[in-house]
């Protein structure tokens, strides 16, 4: 199945690692341009390094940035547009987890605010700052002009010892569906996939595991490749009718009964 991506420029947040760093390289072998944003400035040169050896890529570029630091985003955004000539997609995979385990009341305020400040005021600025250019590409570009954001299976369950997470997630989830609503009129579109555990370098540190262990746990794990899949489906003319929606990738837990049976 075609895509319709090869030739596009994309934007990803939090491309260095993770679920971030699995979206770029998917978009690479679609053949996109990719505009890399992340605060490590190491693992940002890495991937570059790696994406210059897949087959088919597009050109790409690193710009540091600080996700809950406007003059950081509004310039990376800018001199990204500016390097190729606009941007057709953004893709919003910075975020952080938090304090792991710890009850409400033994929660730090500034943990809390910096929870909020990465998972949701990053992807508001991130939105904020890309939305005249994406207007410009679904005006330019059939199936262009489209947005995805990283929530979670958190954004509609919550498990204990995760405040801040949790509360920032089910944010992220109604930012999504404001924005779709909000630019709907200039054909852009925004969604958001909401994965369960993740084999993540964040979900091992927070669980105390390794990629072994993690995937032997007797819950369903998944692979940062797989929530990708979704992200480039999301982002891609493929999903030209799908408008404020949310993806949940979670082995079905949301659909199940409490009934005992």
Same mark, same amino acid.
């Given at each position: 199945m075609d895509l319709g991506l090869a030739g596009r420029t994309v934007l990803v947040s939090g491309a260095a690692s993770g679920i971030g760093r699995a979206c770029a390289l998917a978009f690479a072998r679609e053949g996109a341009r990719l505009a890399l944003l992340d605060i490590d400035d190491d693992a940002g040169a890495a991937l570059q390094r790696e994406l210059a050896g897949v087959p088919g890529a597009g050109? &790409?570029?690193?710009?540091? *940035?600080? !996700?809950?630091?406007?003059a950081t985003v509004s310039g990376a955004v800018r001199d990204a547009a500016a390097a190729f000539g606009g941007i057709d997609a953004v893709v919003g995979c910075a975020g952080i987890s938090g304090p792991v385990g710890l009850g409400v009341e033994d929660v730090a305020l500034s943990d809390f605010r910096r929870v909020m400040e990465v998972n949701v005021?990053?992807?508001f600025l991130l939105a904020k700052h890309c939305a005249p250019f994406l207007r410009v590409a679904a005006g330019? &570009?059939?199936?262009?002009? *489209?947005? !995805?954001?990283?929530a979670s299976d958190s954004s509609f369950v919550a498990a204990p010892?995760?405040?801040?997470?949790?509360?920032?997630?089910?944010?992220?989830?109604?930012?999504?569906?404001?924005?779709s609503v909000e630019l709907a009129a200039d054909g852009v579109r925004v969604n958001c996939v909401c994965p369960s555990v993740v084999d993540t370098p964040m979900a091992r540190t927070d669980l105390g595991e390794t990629s072994e262990s993690l995937n032997a746990r007797?819950?369903?794990?998944?692979?940062?490749?797989?929530?990708?899949?979704?992200?480039l489906y999301l982002a891609s003319p493929a999903s030209a009718p799908?408008?404020?929606?949310?993806?949940?990738?979670?082995?079905?837990?949301?659909?199940?009964?409490?009934?005992?049976?």
């Open positions: 050109a &790409s570029r690193f710009f540091r *940035a600080d !996700v809950s630091d406007e005021t990053g992807q330019s &570009s059939p199936g262009a002009g *489209a947005m !995805v954001l990283l010892g995760m405040v801040p997470y949790n509360a920032s997630k089910g944010a992220v989830l109604q930012l999504t569906r404001a924005l007797d819950f369903p794990v998944q692979s940062p490749e797989q929530v990708a899949n979704h992200v799908v408008n404020g929606t949310s993806l949940v990738s979670d082995f079905g837990y949301l659909a199940r009964s409490s009934f005992p049976a």
